[in-house]
């Protein structure tokens, strides 16, 4: 083995924010000049030179030879008193972790109320994404709702598919059983940006759409069982939430009766967060993440799809012959390496852990193959515990860097067989012009410099 295979390589972060507000600004004058080329425009531009300044702000390395005054010397908290217990009453990050934030993606759209954050998956450590990182997506912004005057009515299309049509409280839904699940949530449009080329820099903007949480809460066949529904005619049930968007979708009846389908009111062991539609959302696992209506107030019983505007005319995949897929609500398997990724700078030549998370809508994830070299040659990598079922799966596979480029890909595989595509088989099906579900196979090179980019390969 040669000399650099032995020590271990470091590693630079990727810049957590690569547009300034005035950058902002700039890019939203700049819209009408086609949305893919204005956002990958402003990112390069803000990204260059970002390797320099990273390793520029490297601080306290190991000195190459001497003593390290980081070991010979005590610290002030070694020798001192610490701060007091409590002095939050809720706990925070560390300030040197405070660069580690949900972003916004600037020009994606032209209304804050009406937007995305991203989550900072390439700074996350196994598969919980803490609550107060998790990305959102909002229709009309959000609300802190009052949980004592908040309400679920559960009522059917006609007289007949509800035997009695129900108002239930807070108080009401919490105390009956609960079950506390584990399950990712996926943005639908979640790398929609790169269907047609690359356009953002970092996992963080290509696949941040997605988080995962334990969600605690009460199977909604449980109240649908207490309301009388007929379940041979009733196969579907219309979720609306209470924003002022009247978010409204479709689920089919055969995935509530499975009891996967929560009424959720907690997350990571608390209340769910205003952000993430405290009192209560709904949880669907593997479904694209419009499904899981947040400030949840009302469950109607039909016999038949709604067609919501937002089944409609949004959240429909559009076809290269012109047609629309509708109801194609299931997130495939997928993957995507989150260390090295975009942005990220590799300072040594050796020992490095390739890291990321993978997840499939149809169940567990049971296998995730790694490639250095863009395909050709794949290993498969070690699935970190636990794995279960519509939840993200964290996967790792010792590397070691000889200084040479680099292609590194990652491709999941589910228990139904199922196998995750490259672009070019995902665009021979699907074209370029859709913007939900993609689900292909990501691609980060890092080049010799050890500066990592995202790219696509043909």
């Not at 600004?25 to 990204?47: E, L, P, W």
């Not at 399950?183 to 995962?212: D, K, L, R």
């Not at 975009?342 to 852990?353: I, R, S």
């Not at 498969?380 to 596979?397: D, E, H, Y």
Request: proline share 6%; glycine share 10%; charged share 20%.
């Amino acid at each position: 083995m040669a000399d650099h295979a032995s020590t271990s390589g470091r590693l630079i972060k990727a810049p957590e924010n690569f547009i300034s507000p005035e950058g902002a600004r700039t890019v939203f004058a700049q819209a009408k000049s086609g949305r893919r080329d204005f956002i990958r425009a402003a990112f390069a531009a803000a990204a260059a030179g970002t390797a320099t300044t990273a390793v520029r702000a490297q601080s306290n390395p190991v000195p190459s030879e001497g003593g390290d005054p980081n070991i010979l010397t005590n610290p002030a908290h070694t020798a001192g008193l610490g701060q007091p217990v409590v002095t939050d009453g809720y706990g925070k990050p560390s300030k040197y972790e405070a660069n580690v934030q949900r972003r916004q993606s600037p020009g994606l759209t032209q209304t804050a109320q009406a937007s995305v954050s991203f989550a900072p998956m390439q700074s996350l450590f196994g598969i919980v994404t803490p609550s107060g990182l998790h990305f959102e997506r909002h229709h009309q912004g959000w609300w802190d709702v009052d949980p004592s005057k908040h309400r679920l009515m559960v009522n059917g299309s006609d007289d007949k598919l509800v035997k009695t049509p129900k108002v239930f409280t807070m108080d009401e839904l919490m105390r009956l059983p609960s079950v506390s699940r584990f399950h990712f949530i996926e943005c639908g449009a979640n790398t929609g940006m790169e269907w047609g080329n690359v356009a953002v820099p970092t996992c963080q903007y290509s696949h941040g759409m997605i988080s995962c949480s334990e969600f605690t809460g009460v199977p909604l066949k449980m109240v649908l069982d207490m309301c009388g529904v007929d379940y041979k005619r009733g196969r579907y049930v219309l979720a609306e939430g209470a924003d002022g968007s009247s978010m409204t979708r479709t689920i089919p009846m055969e995935m509530v009766e499975n009891g996967e389908v929560l009424l959720a009111y907690g997350q990571n062991g608390e209340m769910l967060r205003p952000e993430n539609g405290y009192p209560l959302r709904l949880v669907v696992p593997g479904v694209q993440g419009v499904s899981w209506v947040k400030y949840l107030r009302r469950i109607e019983v039909g016999d038949q799809p709604y067609a919501a505007k937002d089944e409609a005319i949004h959240y429909i995949d559009l076809m290269p012959s012109g047609l629309h897929r509708q109801y194609t609500s299931i997130q495939e398997c997928k993957s995507v390496v989150t260390t090295p990724s975009g942005g990220q700078v590799l300072l040594d030549k050796g020992f490095y852990n390739i890291s990321g998370l993978a997840w499939s809508g149809r169940g567990k994830v049971t296998r995730v193959d790694v490639s250095v070299d863009g395909g050709a040659n794949w290993r498969t990598a070690r699935l970190q515990t636990p794995v279960l079922s519509k939840c993200l799966t964290r996967f790792n596979l010792n590397w070691v860097w000889d200084g040479k480029p680099a292609l590194i890909q990652s491709r999941a595989m589910d228990e139904t067989g199922y196998v995750q595509p490259t672009y070019r088989q995902a665009r021979a099906v699907r074209g370029t012009r859709s913007i939900y579900h993609n689900n292909s196979i990501q691609t980060w090179l890092v080049q010799d410099s050890g500066e990592v980019k995202n790219v696509q390969l043909s």
